[in-house]
């Protein structure tokens, strides 16, 4: 291939995966203009406001709460020793492995009516049905509990980067201008950290809009479950396209908030600056930090993984059968695929614009990104409706000339499912990438192409070997982004080809939750590797 068709190849391949990562907004948006709305205005006149209202309140219970503890634990962990410190650090990332859906089915079990804390509140004291009261667990506060728990640690993650990047001369100088350390914690280190801690609220904020599962089994009326049964229940797309065209709107309005967020923190190289001194506890002030780091990691991982297996020992599912197997394979199939598209999607995109520099490869690059803000029922409908047009406009086609049937060529495909995977979970593939890229200088690249070595060459034996924990990690990441997810999945999957998470989510909406319990361990399980990897490897990074 000569050098002038390689450099053509590589520009329409990066144009044509931008275009696919743009096509499902621009789809949404001729859709819900295009449609009637029959369907819309009878929602406005009956359920759209609980849509609304719902989704508002599930978005500020769950990133407030998720940046108090999220926020708190970090810290309690970064600036203070006492005992169990050093694995509480990974224990309070772990439920970030866990749909929450997942916990969902779990606390459901034991919170329930028939659950084992009401069945034995009425036991010992005798109570009926009726004697007393207990929080209802499928609610909206209960959907939000459940998000709280395991989308805490995008806060934790972040903040606790940033405390441990701070110089302890402003904390010091604090301390001995007469401020307690929990004075000196909210004048000092949390306004030092409020750009970290901003952007991990905001990517909670992006992952509880996209929310189905949860609020599905629970009987909130959030914008995703008002999607889906547009899509479904009603079968009318405009609709479900209109709904969509509100939430990508405020999705890509907190896209851009975390943008702006990010945009605007300033960062000091403090490596000349003495690092901060744990403040060492001992006696009550010792058990009362470690109470408050261990109760997020007991109510988000062992609780839920006590739960569960219990559940999973009564069901009877059996995770050996051809059955099961099949729905592993499934899952390790789509994810596996997927990881290897996003990240070489996201290599494409993101060596283009560490070469070109141009407007026009940053723009590729971000429309790259913003699919993260975006949920997976949105996305779903954003492909489908064009390739479904698509379908049957050459089916109709060539029908009309040749007598032949092409049936559904895209829909209900496993590559369209890929693509709105690619699109949805580019953005963490995107961020691993960089994150590495940057430490290869541009020397090395001009060493490299001085040598004769071009582009394709230059990233298959230069940047990749260099790179190549960082994209393990972006593998990992995605991977088990699409084990767990399931509005896209529910509504794109070939028919009779389901997952761990749609056979989950079947169980639990039939209410066999001990069967539903088998795949959501398994699920949980797969989760927890990456996890633990990405907390070492930023601990070596903070050592």
């Known amino acids: 291939m000569t050098p002038k068709l390689a450099r053509f190849t590589i520009l329409g391949t990066v144009i ?9 907004y621009l789809a949404v948006l001729l859709a819900a203009l295009s449609g009637s709305t029959e369907t819309l205005t009878h929602l406005m006149e009956t359920v759209l406001w609980r849509y609304t209202w719902d989704t508002l309140i599930l978005v500020s219970c769950t990133m407030f709460f998720s940046a108090l503890i999220g926020t708190g634990a970090a810290w309690l962990v970064t600036m203070t020793e006492f005992f169990g410190r050093r694995w509480l650090e990974i224990a309070l990332a772990l439920p970030l492995a866990f749909p929450a859906y997942v916990l969902a089915y779990g606390y459901t079990h034991i ?10 509140l009425r036991s010992l004291a005798g109570w009926g049905p009726r004697d007393y009261w207990f929080p209802e667990i499928r609610s909206l506060g209960g959907a939000a509990a459940m998000l709280t728990l395991v989308l805490y640690p995008y806060v934790y993650l972040l903040a606790r980067a940033a405390f441990a990047t701070q110089s302890g001369s402003a ?14 914690y909210f004048s000092v280190s949390l306004p030092m950290a409020r750009p970290a801690i901003a ?76 690092p901060m001194e744990r403040i060492r506890l001992g006696g009550s002030s010792e058990i009362l930090v ?11 991982v062992i609780i839920p993984v006590i739960t569960l297996f219990t559940m999973a020992l009564g069901s009877e599912q059996d995770l050996l059968s051809p059955r099961y197997l099949g729905f592993i394979r499934n899952s390790v199939v789509l994810a596996s695929v997927a990881a290897a598209v996003t990240v070489g999607a996201a290599m494409l995109l993101g060596t283009f614009n560490r070469v070109q520099g141009t407007r026009g490869a940053a723009l590729a690059l971000y429309f790259g990104r913003i699919g993260y803000a975006v949920p997976g029922g ?40 890929v693509i709105a995977y690619m699109i949805r979970f580019m953005a963490a593939a995107i961020g691993a990438y960089e994150g590495g890229i940057a430490s290869v200088g541009p020397n090395i690249d001009a060493v490299a192409r001085t040598l004769g070595a071009r582009l394709p060459r230059l990233v298959r034996r230069v940047h990749i070997p260099m790179l190549r924990s960082s994209l393990l990690t972006a593998g990992l990441i995605v991977f088990v982004d ?8 529910l509504i794109m999957r070939p028919f009779n080809y389901d997952t761990l998470a749609v056979q989950a989510y079947r169980l639990a909406s039939d209410e066999r939750l001990s069967g539903a319990a088998v795949p959501s361990l398994v699920i949980a399980t797969i989760g927890l590797v990456p996890v633990i990897l990405l907390c070492r490897q930023m601990r070596r990074g903070m050592a």
């Open 16 to 24: 044509f995966v931008a275009a696919l990562c743009t096509l499902p």
């Open 111 to 120: 919170l329930d009516h028939p659950g084992i804390v009401q069945s034995g």
């Open 171 to 184: 904390f010091l100088a604090a301390r001995m201008l007469g401020k307690t350390p929990m004075q000196a």
């Open 199 to 274: 952007a991990g609220v905001l990517l909670v904020a992006m992952e509880t809009i996209a929310d189905f599962g949860t609020v599905a089994y629970f009987g909130v009326q959030t914008f995703s479950v008002g999607i889906y049964t547009s899509w479904f229940a009603m079968a009318d797309r405009a609709a479900a396209a209109q709904l969509s065209l509100g939430l990508l709107a405020f999705a890509l309005l907190l896209a851009f908030l975390e943008r702006f967020s990010r945009g605007n923190a300033s960062y000091v190289d403090n490596q000349r600056q003495p």
């Open 290 to 300: 470690f109470t408050l780091c261990f109760i997020p990691v007991l109510l988000g």
């Open 378 to 417: 949105v996305i779903a409908v954003g492909l489908l409706v064009p390739f479904a047009y698509f379908d049957n406009t050459l089916d109709a086609w060539m029908r009309a000339t040749f007598d032949i049937s092409t049936g559904l060529l895209f829909t209900g495909s496993i590559w369209l499912l």
């Open 482 to 489: 699409v084990m767990k997810e399931l509005p896209a999945t």
